[in-house]
Each structure stands twice: as C-alpha cells, then as structure tokens.
C-alpha cells in the first residue's frame, strides 16, 4: 500500500467555524507533512511531523493547529480562518532515514474555501 | 539549499520524445538532484533522482552533466498523461531526515499535443 488518503477532498467553511482535515499512510513511514498549494504556485511546507514530534513549523499562522496522534494518522485542526486561507492542502509522509532520498509520498489533497 | 532554475512551459506531441530541462550552478558535492511531477488535480509525485551518474527508471531518465551544474529529464514518449507540472528540487541527502525540507521551485508546466 502505497498510498496517503486525505479526507474530506472538499471542504467549505465560514471564518468562525472549526474545521479539521486528516490524512492517513500505512507505509510505516515516520516524517509526515502539511502543505498548502495556491492556485498556478508550488507546495510551501508548513508543517513536519519526525517520530510524532512537531519538528519544522514554517512560521504558520496558530490558527492553523497540527496534530499526529499516532504513526499513521496527522490531523491539521482549522479554526478562524481568513478567506485566503483558500487552498489545496496536501499531505505527504516519507521514511525518516538520517541520510537517503526519502522520497515523499503525496495525497491528493484537500480543496478547502474559507468564505 | 540551491535554487534550480526551470522554462516556465514546455509543448510536445504524443509519443515524442520530451527533454525537460534544469539549471543549478551553485550545486553542492553532497546534492542529490531530484525530479517530482504534479498532474492536474493531484498531490506531486517522485519520479526520479540522481547524485553523478545518468539515471533510468520506469518513468523517465535523468541526465546529469558532467560539472553538475545541469540536468535534463527525459519521457521517451510523451503521452496525454505526462502532462503535468514538473518540479526539479536539490537536496542535500546528507543532511538527512524529515527536516531535509523538500522545497518547489516554479516547476516547468508540460503540455502534450495529441
């Protein structure tokens, strides 16, 4: 099973809801991520997940809350929301060797739409 | 890490032979070069990577220069499912682990005339 599913693939919500997205890998990999893709630009990191500990945190807004429960599963909580927050959100998981290609593995997504 | 640069687009036929190209002068000793692609509506996917030597795989193959400091991925033939945006990014293996961020370029927009 090569895959990472991502739930829900849309999702619509007002500034003042609360919102959570999840993704899910059951490749044993140990490094999972958030991104976030604007229309017609690249993936920006946002957050990355090592062993279940918060590692890199690109400097996001708190209104935007990760969390990696266990191995397989990393939720990204969403509350108070700003209309440009409007996005793909991806998620991606590699094997964390110190030193390799780790290649990532993506999800395809979820396209969210803050009104 | 060391930037690459990429054409913005790029047009081929089908079933032609496609040469993307990338440019990283300031590559270091200990970069891997790697080449992700994001088809239309779809989270990016690996395709290929390479330190010194030419690279083939089911995908593609990667030509790398003899000073490094260019690269070229190759799709022997192009089909409409090739088209994609794609990505060439450093990455210095050494440093290791999941905080050896993968960072996107503007990527090369591939569209393939049938």
């Known amino acids: 099973d090569t895959e990472v599913t991502q739930t829900p693939k849309h999702l619509v919500m007002g500034m003042t809801n609360k919102k959570s997205l999840k993704c899910e890998q059951h490749m044993g990999h140990r490094a999972m991520y958030w991104y976030k893709q604007k229309a017609k630009k690249p993936p920006e990191l946002m957050f990355v997940?090592?062993?279940?500990?918060?590692?890199i945190n690109e400097s996001v807004p708190s209104r935007f809350s990760p969390e990696c429960p266990n191995s397989s599963l990393l939720n990204l909580h969403l509350h108070a929301l700003q209309p440009e927050d409007s996005a793909l959100y991806l998620c991606a998981s590699s094997q964390e060797r110190l030193a390799g290609v780790n290649e990532q593995f993506f999800g395809p997504g979820t396209r969210l739409t803050v009104l | 890490d060391a930037k690459t640069t990429q054409p913005n687009s790029m047009e081929s036929n089908e079933e032609e032979p496609v040469h993307l190209p990338c440019n990283h002068s300031t590559i270091s000793g200990t970069d891997y070069i790697h080449w992700y692609r994001q088809l239309p509506s779809q989270g990016p996917e690996y395709v290929i990577h390479?330190?010194?030597s030419n690279v083939n795989n089911r995908m593609a193959s990667l030509a790398i220069a003899e000073d490094r400091k260019s690269s070229t991925l190759i799709l022997h033939r192009a089909t409409l499912r090739d088209a994609a945006v794609y990505y060439c990014i450093l990455r210095d293996v050494m440093r290791g682990g999941a905080t050896n961020k993968l960072i996107f370029g503007t990527g090369t927009l591939l569209a393939v005339q049938p």
């Open positions: 390479g330190l010194t």
């Open positions: 997940y090592s062993y279940e500990k918060l590692s």
